[in-house]
């Protein structure tokens, strides 16, 4: 299996699934998985839609126990740890998250804040501190006192992005951010998460759909394949006419982004409009 | 050039935030202030505004256990258990209310709505009808009888976590049951039981006397200190389930916690006064409105139910021509405004 290089500094944090097994009720979903996340790397988990790639974020971050098996943080089982610890290391922006009706970006972007919270709430300096970092580097702070429902999606995405970075974690969990947004806010939202990276060290992980978006912001992609993994390994080591074929059951091309020499898909041209006009 | 700009960036998001924080805080001070006072003096009014008016240092002279010829038991013994339980009541109803409707996300998750309050009424009319039973053991009943009902509905709607949408819609089914198992018992109970039953079906303050207060008192207290401890827990499972995980909520277990807290509080609050149509219902809404949408707002939620019972206490008895009782005249007022909040409701989300 290929070894995908570390970023490790010092504080570094591991998180590590362990064989583990995830079912819901009686339906399982993933039979036998084990995945080291690279620390300080960007990774992405791509597949089919119901292949398991959501499920595997949900057990990583703790929201699903496995059945058999563990996800371990720090060597640890992450379902023993007292769930407001894991909070201050791990953090996961869900699929779709709920914005109170009304509540300012900056209050929202607060909330990050919870896991560092005393039973009586009260908000320090530090609190204050990481709240207008995030706001700042996300691009929000002109926009910290307007009302979460009045701006648009694109922003609305990074206010939830700059939620999780009020958080400090050191591993940042995200389920498909880009979608429903424009390509500019994808872009822009990418752009965000490889910026955190490079600054802070953060350990990213992702679900993404667009396989071109994984060849470009990544460092690692997982393929999944009716729970199983199928593929694993660098951009330019997984993104393959075969593994397109495998995983999506769709025929593609792959090229070579004359930009940044990374892969780049393009379906099969009898997926087009062209084929019925021609005749 | 890169640090220069970035700390001018982050001082206007720290300005932002802090004006934010300050702004929402003040509302909500406000809010409390102004709810406190509308309490307070619809309290007094209350009070000193019946068949005969007391004049206000007759009224407060009784309050503070002065002897005050021809005052002193019409206000002390009375007026004033009266005027308690239905302002405890009114407290009640408002916070176990807003804690269903902040925590489940929907307004109509209100436990009035969802059941509770039939499964409360059940086990009373079972209790006053069929066992005889009244005081203590009576509101052990009636808290046993929304606990229960909690429970199946949290249970039959249960999936993993707890769901919304199906617990609103699996309560909403459950409460007709509910009802028509009341009516059943209702119709076999003697003719003085069933008016009994059936006026504290209504929600009526008009037995209330001083043997209620110490334990709706006790009962308050002991829920909603919990629950306000809470408050920033129930705020941030307002981002839904994955996101309060994230952030380091139990979520089952405070979700859990909450129902019972709630629960306790509701139907500790119906035993002594029955179900006060609406109050639980209406409060959440109105003091968001009051407060603003920064935190849960518990206390706002208490003191609006309160209010909103003085008032229709006041109302009920010098606006008919007969005395009313007091859920007769909540509903009156809580039936067009649940239309007006749904109607707007639906224009800006699905209901459920």
């Known amino acids: ?116 919270q005393k039973l009586t709430g009260s908000f320090t300096e530090a609190d204050e501190l990481a709240v207008a970092h995030a706001l700042e580097v996300t691009g929000l702070a002109d926009l910290a006192e307007r009302p979460i429902d009045e701006v648009s999606g694109g922003q609305r995405q990074r206010a939830w992005i700059a939620l999780a970075l009020a958080q400090q974690t050191d591993i940042l969990l995200l389920d498909e951010p880009t979608t429903y947004l424009d390509i500019a806010y994808q872009i822009e939202v990418l752009d965000l998460l490889s910026e955190l990276n490079a600054r802070e060290g953060t350990t990213i992980v992702m679900v993404l759909h667009d396989l071109n978006q994984a060849a470009r912001y990544t460092d690692w992609i997982l393929a999944l394949k009716d729970g199983e993994q199928a593929y694993y390994g660098t951009p330019a080591e997984v993104i393959s006419e075969r593994m397109v074929a495998d995983v999506f059951n769709t025929e593609a091309r792959i090229v070579t982004d004359p930009d940044t020499g990374l892969p780049f898909m393009i379906p099969d041209a009898r997926h087009s409009l062209a084929r019925h006009r021609s005749a | 050039m890169a640090t220069a700009s970035s700390i001018s960036a982050a001082s206007a998001a720290l300005t932002g935030l802090r004006r934010t924080r300050a702004r929402a805080a003040r509302r909500r001070a406000i809010a409390l202030i102004v709810l406190v006072a509308l309490t307070a003096a619809l309290f007094v009014i209350d009070l000193a505004y019946g068949r005969k008016f007391y004049a206000l240092d007759d009224v407060a002279r009784v309050v503070m256990g002065q002897d005050v010829p021809g005052a002193t038991f019409i206000i002390g013994e009375l007026r004033l258990p009266r005027v308690i339980v239905g302002t405890l009541c009114g407290l009640a109803f408002g916070m176990a209310g807003v804690c269903f409707q902040q925590m489940l996300r929907n307004t109509m998750a209100s436990p009035d709505i969802i059941g509770i309050t039939s499964g409360a009424n059940l086990a009373a009319v079972v209790g006053i009808i069929l066992l005889k039973w009244s005081g203590l053991p009576l509101s052990a009943l009636a808290m046993a009888g929304g606990l229960i009902t909690a429970l199946v509905t949290s249970g039959l709607s249960w999936k993993g976590t707890i769901a919304p949408s199906r617990l609103i819609l699996m309560g909403i089914g459950l409460s007709a049951a509910l009802n028509a198992a009341t009516s059943w018992v209702l119709i076999r109970g003697d003719q003085w039981d069933i008016q009994a039953a059936s006026r504290w079906l209504t929600g ?94 518990l206390a706002a939620s208490g003191l609006v139910g309160a209010s909103i019972v003085l008032l229709s206490d006041i109302v009920a008895q010098h606006i008919p021509p007969t005395q009313l009782p007091v859920g007769v005249v909540t509903s009156v007022i809580g039936g067009p405004v649940l239309i007006i909040l749904l109607i707007r409701l639906s224009r800006k989300q699905t209901l459920i």
């Open chain 1, 1 to 116: 299996m290929t070894q995908i290089s570390t970023a490790v500094s010092p504080t570094a944090h591991s998180l590590w699934a362990d064989h583990i097994r995830l079912a819901y009720e009686h339906r399982t979903v993933i039979e036998d998985l084990s995945l080291d996340i690279p620390q300080g790397r960007i990774g992405a988990i791509i597949g089919a839609n119901g292949c398991g790639k959501s499920t595997l974020l949900k057990a990583l971050a703790r929201l699903l126990r496995p059945a058999s098996g563990s996800v371990l943080l720090d060597g640890k089982a992450i379902n023993t740890m007292p769930t407001k610890q894991v909070a201050r290391i791990l953090g996961l922006l869900p699929q779709s998250p709920i914005a109170p009706e009304g509540i300012t970006i900056a209050d929202l972007v607060a909330r990050g804040r919870h896991p560092y």
């Open chain 2, 204 to 297: 009526s303050l008009a037995s209330s006397d001083w043997t209620d207060v110490p334990q709706l008192a006790a009962i308050l207290i002991v829920t909603a200190v919990p629950l306000m401890l809470l408050v920033g827990q129930i705020d941030v499972l307002r981002l839904g389930d994955p996101m309060a995980r994230s952030l380091g909520v139990r979520t089952n277990a405070v979700q859990t916690a909450v129902i019972v807290l709630a629960v306790l509080l509701l139907s500790s609050a119906t035993a002594a006064s029955g179900p006060i149509a609406f109050v639980a219902f209406l409060s959440g809404p109105i003091a968001s409105w009051a407060a603003g949408p920064s935190k849960p707002p």
